[in-house]
């Protein structure tokens, strides 16, 4: 079953893959078919350029001095992972073509394609809107803010349920926060068989985190405000037995 609510008042495509990359911690590299899985080896310039510190004998080294310069020879793929413990737990994987020039004692990435690929399909970013955006303001704090959300106060989770149309609420078995942005929360919502996911949008942009803590309380005092779906009350009752 499809969620009915609409996803409103989001992120673009450009300032998404801006967000996966400020919020990953690791990438894979395919440079001349070989393949690495890098932790923590890689930072990101304003202008959204990669550049990745690697051992000098990495074989990631001598690709790059080895590949035709100015031809795209590599590909860095970054996987947004949900910091809730959810079904399919990877929301968004970035992938960027290009090439790698060696730079003080880094390689710095030449990024000729940017791919970003949402649940709703993939967007290829132009690479002028991609230098030109910011990720999120939320990003690096995301992952603390809802695994705090979950683990802390599931009560309110269930009240913001009451955001929700009752229809997308149908068969509900789980409702775990699965992603924050500046615009709004999003719910995963978990089925038997399915799931979908539901935004709830705020009253205005948040740019830090004190921010968010206000449209947050305006969510669910407009939650407290309003009545329990009949769908989460058929499913407590039944679960009464």
Known sequence: MGDSQAWTAAPSAAERARS????????GVT??????ELVGAHTVTEGGAVLLDVPEDSVLVTAAICAPRGEPSAVLEFADVAPVPVRKRIRTRLWMSGWFIPEDGKLAFQATRVVLRQPSGAVVV???????????????AEARLLTHLADCHPDAVERLTRLVDSDSLHGAVRVQPLAVDR???TLRIERARSDGDVRLPFHRPADDVAQLTERMHVLLAQASAASCPRALQRQRTDGDG
């Open 20 to 27: 996966v990359l400020a919020g990953a911690w690791s990438c």
């Open 126 to 140: 132009g690479l002028d809107e991609f230098a030109a955006a910011a990720p999120d303001p939320l990003a690096t």
């Open 31 to 36: 440079a001349e078919s070989c393949r690495e």
């Open 183 to 185: 615009h709004g929360l």
